[in-house]
């Protein structure tokens, strides 16, 4: 089956700091990349939509100069945080659509933040 | 807006229990609706999914049925094994849109 995997599963790093969260489709081409954040006991909210080669497309509300994406090819996407603060402390999921279009996304196991 | 609420968990069920995991949602028109599964250390997977009223979504002995006079999508099985264990979304979407989820309902299944 297709499979995303997320690098690295847990960081932690200090206040002020940036950090990249990368997420790579294994065993097919992503034509569109999702990333998603979820707090303890909440909803996974959508942050942005990636399709290779073009610049993202933010939901209301993120900041995108403070998560900065990047979908340089069809089997990678990252996201950085930049000048990390606690509250951006959260579990961050990204998920992969070979097509584009909701059903077909696969997801990966998540990365969780921990900004001190 | 649009909105999925789900029970809270965990739900806690001995093997071969029958299971009913509640979902409601708030739509402005007519979504697909979806559960997702997320077993420990893995990213969620697709469980089942219904595409308009009173369709039936089925997979691995859970269904879900779309009603849209209740506007609810509650996940049933029979009778849950061990390997159930899993937190469980419900989620929806209107055609190829975004995914608009719930927050996530933990079923754990003792033997």
């Known amino acids: 089956g297709a499979v995303v995997s997320q690098h690295p599963s847990r960081v932690i790093c200090k206040s002020g700091t940036s950090v990249k969260i990368e997420c790579r489709s294994l065993?097919?081409?992503?034509?569109?990349m999702f990333w998603y954040r979820q707090f303890p006991k909440q909803s996974l909210m959508l942050m942005a939509t990636?399709?290779?080669?073009?610049?993202?497309?933010?939901e209301q509300g993120v900041e995108k100069d403070k998560f900065l994406i990047n979908h340089a090819s069809l089997t990678l996407s990252t996201l950085t945080v930049t000048s990390a603060h606690p509250e951006d402390s959260s579990f961050y999921i990204c998920?992969?659509?070979?097509?584009?279009?909701?059903?077909?996304?696969?997801f990966g196991p998540g990365t969780r933040l921990t900004v001190l | 807006g649009d909105s999925v609420t789900q029970m809270e968990g965990p739900v806690t069920l001995s093997e071969e229990a029958f299971l009913t995991i509640n979902c409601t949602y708030t739509?402005?028109?007519?979504?697909?609706l979806f559960w997702y599964v997320q077993y420990p250390g893995e990213g969620l997977q697709l469980l089942l999914k219904a595409t308009k009223a009173d369709d039936k979504g089925s997979n691995k002995g859970f269904e879900a049925t779309y009603r849209k006079e209740t506007t609810s999508f509650h996940l049933e099985k029979g009778s849950v094994q061990v390997s159930d264990s899993a937190v469980y979304f419900c989620a929806l979407a209107y055609n190829t849109d975004k995914l608009i989820f719930g927050t996530g309902t933990r079923l754990q299944v003792f033997p």
């Open positions: 998920s992969a659509s070979p097509q584009g279009g909701t059903d077909t996304q696969y």
């Open positions: 065993d097919f081409q992503a034509t569109t």
């Open positions: 739509a402005t028109g007519y979504p697909s």
């Open positions: 990636s399709n290779e080669g073009s610049k993202a497309t933010y």
